[in-house]
């Protein structure tokens, strides 16, 4: 068995508040990373994920303050396994070092050379040794030849890598990875998921991931930890963790789980075994297939879609709210984001808007409120050009919610923040506190209501913007990666909202990067690239095209690819896959139902 490259000892960390009061955030948390290791971290949103990983890098307490207590041993390269107090701060975050979500707030210089180079002098690193340490961690994430590039010609994706090979130049013995991929695009996930890849192939930096979108990762990782309760549960192989827990990681915890493993989840439940729980859609075809003893499986019937709600939307949907007329846009420094642009939002139903990192999603959102005015064409929201309204008309008729949430809090408690709007509109005390209380237990922040908006983590506080602009039952809303950095149970919450939201005759448009989610809800997609809607159509007409998916860097989620393989045509969600998947089984040997 590998040493350790890091052990932690009853562990407890507590949050300092203000007036001299303090929060435990984690209690009693020990467990062994071995070297080598690619870990990944689970846990629902708020649970302590992110507060885990800065007290293993030392944000905590060292700069950010709060109490300790316990130890937290890492592997230094002369010294051996070393408490981490009895490093110096230079030397802490050359043993453990961490990558956050976000690239653009991590990048700081103007070249990929000078934002590789800026920690490395920092360190002292000897004048002549700096380039073969740059060379190095760019050959590592894929980046050769972008030594000269300027850092903000760089894509999300390629953003991230080039934050990865700063972190990598300084040749840490422990790597956290925060979140790494939920800012970018499909295409730019896996180009960070290869540089991972590479980075385990190629050098001995032991890997720890905070992920919630596991689908791309699961079957890559050597051991799972679970954060759930304030403490840590672990570590544990990725297939010993999901037979162990079963479907309670999804129902119980609100986890994602692979799509293939969770089909096969399903079948158990319902009493059909398979020989193990996969990881992947190439696991799971294997196992079906095993278990009818057959080469192929024969394909059922399709599952018919489930029957309509007993109470229609109150408005016939397709009733055009906001029409986009050969619009383009450009910024001072950035010409032609949007380029004649046509789209038209409806009543009734979820327009999801996809595409790449600077394909033009957010800037073409931008319009339906009037922040942004188109410099050729026109927008139209029901029927009069967003020119002709009064900004303070426009965002109460569109309600557009931001995907950095801070930059819409503008009271001091959560309570507050949600009563704002409602207040505006002159409901009675009893009213609001009716309503606020309702919509803080929907999106799992009641216990939370006297707390600052700045204070939650950025899972909670997305929640809360989404909730403080659709509490008042606005007649459009428009929103910007809903469900970033949501586990699967706030993630399904928040979608089920605009669901209702939409069926009740609200136009709802919401841009992201989650196919799944797409898949799961939308009614309908346009798909941008180079500052144009190249699709707009069904999701299914969505995945069928190669041509457009390029352009646009999508991939289907995993279903979509399985499904195919398994059934002859694709599937879009997990819950007709296992359906089928029963039928047949049921049809070559009834004994295993």
């Given at each position: ?14 949050y ?36 885990l ?17 316990g ?39 103007l070249?990929?050379?000078?934002e ?10 000897p ?59 499909p ?9 991972v ?107 018919p879609?489930?029957?309509?709600p ?35 939002v ?20 931008a ?126 919450r ?15 448009a ?13 009614d309908?997609?346009?798909a ?20 457009v998916l ?44």
């Amino acid at each position: 068995m590998p040493p350790p490259a890091m052990v932690v000892e009853n562990y407890s960390f507590w949050y300092k508040l203000s007036e001299g009061r303090e929060a435990l955030a984690l209690h009693d948390v020990s467990f062994e990373v071995s070297k080598g290791d690619f870990v990944l971290v689970l846990g629902m949103s708020g649970s302590g994920k992110s507060t885990l990983a800065l007290n293993l890098v030392g944000v905590y307490p060292d700069y950010f303050g709060g109490r300790n207590e316990g130890r937290i041993l890492v592997d230094h390269a002369e010294k051996g396994l070393v408490n981490r107090r009895e490093l110096d701060r230079g030397q802490r975050f050359h043993t453990v070092n961490m990558l956050f979500q976000n690239p653009e707030e991590q990048i700081v210089t103007l070249t990929v050379e000078e934002e590789i180079a800026f920690a490395l002098e920092n360190y002292l690193v000897p004048r002549g040794e700096i380039g073969e340490h740059i060379d190095a961690a760019l050959d590592l994430v894929g980046l050769n030849g972008f030594r000269r590039r300027p850092t903000h010609q760089l894509s999300g994706g390629e953003k991230q890598r080039a934050a990865l090979a700063a972190m990598l130049a300084m040749r840490p013995r422990v790597l956290i990875l925060d979140e790494p991929t939920s800012n970018l695009d499909p295409v730019g996930t896996e180009e960070v998921l290869d540089a991972v890849g590479r980075i385990r192939e190629r050098s001995d930096v032991t890997l720890m991931v905070v992920e919630h979108e596991v689908d791309a990762v699961f079957d890559q990782v050597d051991k799972v930890l679970l954060v759930d309760g304030k403490t840590v549960h672990g570590p544990n192989t990725p297939r010993e963790f999901l037979a162990g827990h079963g479907l309670d990681v999804r129902d119980r915890m609100g986890l994602w789980i692979p799509q293939a493993s969770e089909v096969a989840l399903e079948l158990g439940r319902a009493g059909v075994s398979l020989p193990t729980v996969p990881l992947n859609g190439e696991e799971l075809v294997a196992a079906v297939r095993d278990t009818i003893d057959s080469d192929q499986v024969p394909i059922a019937a399709p599952v018919p879609p489930p029957a309509p709600p007993t109470e229609p939307p109150s408005v016939e949907p397709g009733e055009v709210v906001i029409e986009v007329r050969d619009a383009s846009f450009s910024y001072p420094s950035r010409p032609d984001v949007l380029r004649g642009v046509n789209l038209a939002v409806r009543r009734g139903e979820l327009l999801a808007i996809v595409g790449q990192n600077g394909s033009g999603k957010s800037t073409l959102a931008a319009h339906f409120n009037g922040i942004l005015k188109p410099s050729a064409g026109e927008v139209l929201v029901h029927g009069k050009p967003t020119t002709k309204y009064k900004l303070a008309d426009l965002v109460r008729r569109v309600a557009y919610i931001f995907q950095v949430p801070e930059k819409q809090f503008i009271r001091n408690t959560v309570y507050e923040e949600m009563a704002h709007g409602l207040r505006a509109l002159r409901l009675a005390n009893d009213e609001v506190r009716e309503r606020v209380d309702r919509f803080l237990e929907s999106v799992r922040l009641l216990d939370r209501k006297e707390a600052s908006p700045y204070v939650l983590s950025h899972g909670q506080k997305r929640r809360l913007s989404v909730a403080c602009m659709v509490i008042a039952g606005p007649d459009v809303v428009v929103l910007d990666e809903p469900t970033f950095g949501q586990d699967y149970q706030q993630a399904q919450r928040l979608m089920r909202l605009l669901r209702a939201l939409a069926d009740d005759g609200a136009a709802v448009a919401f841009i992201t990067h989650d196919m799944r989610l797409v898949a799961e809800y939308a009614d309908r997609c346009a798909a941008m690239a180079d500052g144009k809607v190249i699709f707009d159509g069904s999701v299914p007409d969505l995945f069928a095209g190669s041509d457009v998916l390029a352009r646009a860097r999508l991939t289907p989620p995993a279903v979509h690819g399985f499904s195919a393989e398994l059934l002859g045509e694709p599937c879009l969600d997990t819950a007709e896959v296992r359906e089928r998947i029963k039928e047949a089984i049921h049809g070559r040997s009834r004994t295993l139902l």
